[in-house]
């Protein structure tokens, strides 16, 4: 089960419904003489006004003291998932090995929302950043839209309010920078932002149907150094990585950061946001997360990544990342284009964003090192896009526990050998023939079973309504029909932005064809090592064993996948492949069946549909039209709106937006001024 969450005054370092002092940025000579009565009402009216235009008019800050380099450094312990491990072993077998969900009953899905959020107007923070800029070199400069502040995050949490008021224990916690005041008495000491509008003495714990809590947590809280060899780094190598990555004004950095939350504050599933991200549907959480499906991705299939790990691409968008994650990914789990992950709330299972991070801890680790983004072109020192890999990570681990099962439990069991004879059976297994295998199209059940099953669990469907004039959010795919990626190329050459291919149509056309030569070959040899050539060597012949095991299993659940039972008891603890896969196979575990079913199960997710939309805003006649438009079509989940505003535009534009702000969620949040 979830942990408990009690306030954040049991909690000496988070800031949550205990009072809270806030410093306001004051003049270092105070007027000492106000020459008369008058004279302070005409200030006092002057201020209000400055307070009604500019949300942003006067900093907040809260003063914190920077965490010990003891208490930065990353837990590297696997977490278990608390909602399965509520399960019972027949349970999971039912699901995994047969795609039965039966009578048992879960919980909705708990989920917290994490946004990271900046003032950039803020002054202190921009001195910071321009003395960061000058002392940094890069090829193209960030522009000022990107750390320009319009308000949204309050809106956006309005409209979280709204969207998430059926959802029970939901919390939002907000990651927020922080600055060095440069005080000689206190060096340690930092100033981390508030929103100015946040009333944090009103805000209350998390309840089942009470009102949302927002938590508060700063960057250097969260900045921790993941240890890449054995033992504890030194306090004097932590300190010396924290001085070289804070204070820090590059969203991929933060982002590196997150599988850091606590898990004792935080919720296993969560959805990170941006300030300028926005709910648009009430929906329920198996729209975002589900117990039986796990999380629900939103790939843009019509642009997919391809590598790059030369460091040469423009660093100052998100391209250089996305390249070098994509080659990273490469690196462990085999070359293929993958799809962008859309630019809007993602949903991830938190245990797994963090495993992610130590499966690849070095480069998290050296994220952090560009202050701006795109400050360190030379890999290995690239930045991690932590939303694309942490994503494409849970589907390559899905990958990964089906390819295992197959080769190294089910047929080299507890020897670990493939002799010519076992080959020969894996290949009739699969459908070859000769020297050949063609896999054909799987038409499978499971995605149009989802209601079904959800209601055998007592759960609501991800749909919001059946008679929307465009389809409303629900699953396109679902990994217990095996790797997404076999089908990608099959899709039309123009796809829709989420197109995903529908396996539960009958068809006998060819996902793929390998040869077994190729494939598999016909010698003995340990079964790990052919494990290893499927997984990343030869990432083709896994795909295409995947398919063809898939297409033998009949229109639902991954049986055929599956070692044979045994009456070993397992053991409790957390048990997963290794992060990083070595060239000998690892000790086999006690109980093949019940480990693959639940390393399987574990890495569950599906694929979803939701109706996004993306405004990039030029100029305040571009964006009123755009808004136009969202107004127009109420199928609309999830709304970006990103500032690209000249200078010259940027008071018109945000008129434009409050005005449309306040009449689409005008109810002031519970913590709100």
């Given at each position: 089960?979830?942990p408990?969450?009690?306030?954040?005054?049991?909690?000496?370092?988070?800031?949550?419904?205990?009072p809270?002092?806030?410093?306001?940025?004051?003049?270092?000579?105070?007027?000492l003489?106000?020459s008369s009565?008058?004279?302070?009402?005409?200030?006092v009216q002057?201020?209000?006004q400055?307070?009604?235009?500019?949300?942003a008019w006067?900093?907040v800050?809260?003063?914190?003291?920077?965490?010990?380099?003891?208490?930065?450094?990353?837990?590297?312990?696997?977490?278990?998932?608390?909602?399965q491990?509520?399960?019972?072993?027949?349970?999971?077998?039912?699901?995994?090995?047969?795609g039965?969900?039966?009578?048992?009953?879960?919980?909705?899905?708990r989920?917290?929302?994490?946004?990271?959020?900046?003032?950039?107007?803020?002054?202190?923070?921009?001195?910071?950043?321009?003395?960061?800029l000058?002392?940094?070199?890069?090829?193209?400069?960030?522009?000022e839209?990107?750390?320009?502040?319009?308000?949204?995050l309050?809106?956006?949490?309005r409209s979280?309010?709204?969207?998430?008021?059926?959802?029970?224990?939901t919390?939002?916690h907000?990651?927020?920078?922080?600055?060095?005041?440069?005080?000689?008495?206190?060096?340690?000491?930092r100033?981390?932002?508030?929103?100015q509008?946040?009333n944090?003495d009103?805000?209350?714990?998390?309840s089942e149907?009470?009102?949302?809590p927002?938590?508060?947590?700063?960057?250097?809280?969260?900045?921790?150094l993941?240890?890449?060899?054995?033992?504890?780094?030194?306090?004097?190598?932590?300190y010396?990585?924290?001085?070289?990555?804070?204070?820090?004004?590059?969203?991929?950095?933060?982002?590196?950061?997150?599988?850091?939350?606590?898990?004792?504050?935080?919720?296993?599933n969560?959805?990170?946001?941006?300030?300028?991200?926005?709910l648009?549907?009430?929906?329920?959480p198996?729209?975002?997360?589900?117990?039986l499906?796990?999380?629900?991705?939103?790939?843009?299939?019509?642009?997919?990544i391809?590598?790059d790990?030369?460091?040469?691409?423009?660093?100052?968008?998100?391209?250089?990342?996305?390249?070098?994650?994509?080659?990273?990914?490469?690196?462990?789990?085999g070359?293929?284009?993958r799809?962008?992950?859309?630019?809007?709330?993602?949903?991830?299972s938190?245990?797994?964003?963090h495993?992610a991070?130590?499966?690849f801890?070095?480069?998290?680790?050296?994220t952090p090192?560009?202050?701006?983004?795109?400050?360190?072109?030379?890999?290995?020192?690239?930045?991690?896009?932590?939303?694309?890999l942490?994503?494409?990570?849970?589907?390559?681990r899905h990958?990964?526990a089906?390819?295992?099962?197959?080769?190294?439990?089910?047929?080299?069991?507890?020897?670990?050998?493939?002799?010519?004879?076992d080959?020969?059976k894996?290949?009739?297994e699969?459908?070859?023939?000769?020297?050949?295998?063609?896999?054909?199209w799987?038409?499978?059940?499971?995605?149009?079973?989802?209601?079904?099953?959800?209601?055998?669990a007592?759960?609501?469907?991800?749909?919001?309504?059946f008679?929307?004039?465009q389809p409303?959010?629900q699953y396109?795919?679902?990994?217990?029909?095996?790797?997404?990626?076999?089908?990608l190329?099959?899709?039309p050459d123009t796809?829709?932005?989420?197109?995903?291919?529908?396996?539960?149509?009958?068809?006998?056309?060819?996902?793929?064809?390998?040869?077994?030569?190729e494939?598999?070959g016909?010698?003995?040899?340990?079964?790990?090592?052919?494990?290893?050539?499927?997984?990343?060597?030869?990432?083709?012949?896994?795909?295409?064993?995947?398919?063809?095991?898939?297409?033998?299993?009949?229109?639902?659940?991954l049986d055929i996948?599956?070692?044979?039972?045994?009456?070993?008891?397992?053991?409790?603890?957390?048990?997963?492949?290794?992060?990083?896969?070595?060239?000998?196979?690892?000790?086999?575990?006690?109980?093949?069946?019940?480990?693959?079913?639940?390393?399987i199960?574990?890495?569950?997710?599906?694929?979803?549909t939701?109706?996004?939309k993306?405004?990039?805003m030029?100029?305040?006649?571009q964006?009123?039209?755009?808004?136009?438009?969202?107004?127009?079509?109420?199928?609309?989940?999830?709304?970006?709106?990103?500032?690209?505003?000249?200078?010259a535009s940027?008071?018109?534009?945000?008129?434009?937006?409050r005005s449309?702000?306040?009449?689409?969620?005008?109810?002031?949040?519970?913590?709100?001024?």
């Amino acid at each position: 089960m979830i942990p408990t969450h009690r306030p954040a005054s049991a909690y000496p370092n988070r800031r949550g419904c205990q009072p809270l002092k806030v410093f306001f940025l004051r003049r270092r000579k105070y007027v000492l003489v106000l020459s008369s009565m008058l004279l302070i009402w005409v200030l006092v009216q002057l201020v209000q006004q400055s307070r009604d235009k500019a949300p942003a008019w006067q900093p907040v800050y809260h003063p914190f003291n920077l965490p010990s380099s003891n208490a930065a450094v990353a837990d590297t312990r696997i977490r278990s998932i608390a909602s399965q491990a509520t399960l019972s072993d027949d349970c999971v077998e039912q699901w995994i090995a047969h795609g039965i969900w039966g009578s048992y009953k879960v919980d909705e899905s708990r989920i917290d929302l994490i946004y990271t959020w900046v003032n950039g107007s803020d002054p202190l923070h921009y001195k910071a950043r321009q003395k960061a800029l000058a002392n940094i070199t890069v090829n193209r400069k960030p522009k000022e839209a990107r750390f320009r502040e319009h308000d949204e995050l309050r809106y956006s949490l309005r409209s979280v309010r709204k969207a998430t008021s059926s959802w029970k224990y939901t919390a939002v916690h907000l990651v927020t920078a922080d600055i060095n005041p440069e005080d000689p008495s206190n060096p340690d000491g930092r100033l981390g932002l508030v929103p100015q509008w946040l009333n944090m003495d009103s805000i209350l714990p998390r309840s089942e149907d009470g009102p949302m809590p927002v938590y508060l947590h700063h960057d250097s809280e969260l900045f921790h150094l993941i240890p890449t060899g054995p033992g504890k780094p030194s306090s004097e190598k932590v300190y010396a990585w924290r001085n070289k990555t804070l204070p820090t004004f590059n969203s991929h950095a933060i982002e590196s950061q997150l599988p850091n939350l606590d898990p004792e504050l935080v919720s296993e599933n969560i959805i990170t946001l941006n300030d300028d991200n926005f709910l648009m549907l009430e929906l329920p959480p198996s729209a975002y997360h589900s117990p039986l499906y796990g999380p629900v991705i939103l790939f843009q299939t019509d642009r997919l990544i391809v590598s790059d790990d030369t460091g040469t691409l423009d660093g100052s968008s998100e391209l250089r990342s996305l390249a070098w994650s994509n080659h990273l990914l490469d690196e462990r789990f085999g070359a293929r284009r993958r799809p962008y992950v859309m630019h809007n709330a993602r949903a991830f299972s938190l245990p797994l964003l963090h495993e992610a991070s130590l499966a690849f801890g070095q480069y998290f680790s050296a994220t952090p090192l560009s202050h701006i983004r795109g400050a360190i072109n030379t890999p290995p020192d690239l930045e991690v896009n932590m939303i694309f890999l942490g994503s494409h990570f849970v589907v390559e681990r899905h990958r990964e526990a089906l390819l295992w099962s197959w080769i190294v439990a089910k047929w080299g069991s507890t020897n670990g050998m493939l002799d010519p004879a076992d080959k020969d059976k894996m290949w009739e297994e699969l459908g070859g023939t000769s020297d050949r295998l063609r896999a054909l199209w799987p038409g499978r059940t499971s995605r149009i079973e989802v209601t079904h099953h959800m209601h055998q669990a007592g759960i609501r469907e991800p749909f919001s309504d059946f008679n929307a004039s465009q389809p409303r959010p629900q699953y396109a795919f679902v990994s217990g029909d095996g790797y997404i990626h076999s089908y990608l190329p099959i899709i039309p050459d123009t796809p829709s932005t989420r197109h995903v291919p529908d396996l539960a149509v009958l068809s006998n056309n060819i996902v793929c064809e390998i040869s077994r030569q190729e494939c598999l070959g016909f010698e003995a040899e340990p079964a790990w090592d052919l494990f290893k050539r499927a997984l990343a060597e030869q990432p083709s012949c896994g795909d295409c064993f995947i398919s063809a095991l898939v297409r033998a299993s009949g229109r639902q659940g991954l049986d055929i996948f599956l070692p044979p039972a045994t009456n070993t008891t397992p053991s409790h603890h957390v048990e997963t492949l290794p992060l990083v896969i070595p060239s000998a196979a690892p000790p086999f575990p006690e109980n093949p069946r019940k480990f693959a079913l639940r390393l399987i199960y574990r890495y569950n997710y599906s694929l979803g549909t939701s109706l996004t939309k993306f405004i990039m805003m030029a100029n305040s006649r571009q964006g009123r039209t755009e808004l136009e438009r969202v107004d127009a079509n109420p199928d609309i989940a999830l709304l970006c709106i990103n500032d690209d505003l000249p200078q010259a535009s940027v008071k018109p534009a945000e008129a434009i937006l409050r005005s449309w702000f306040e009449h689409r969620w005008p109810d002031k949040l519970e913590c709100e001024l």
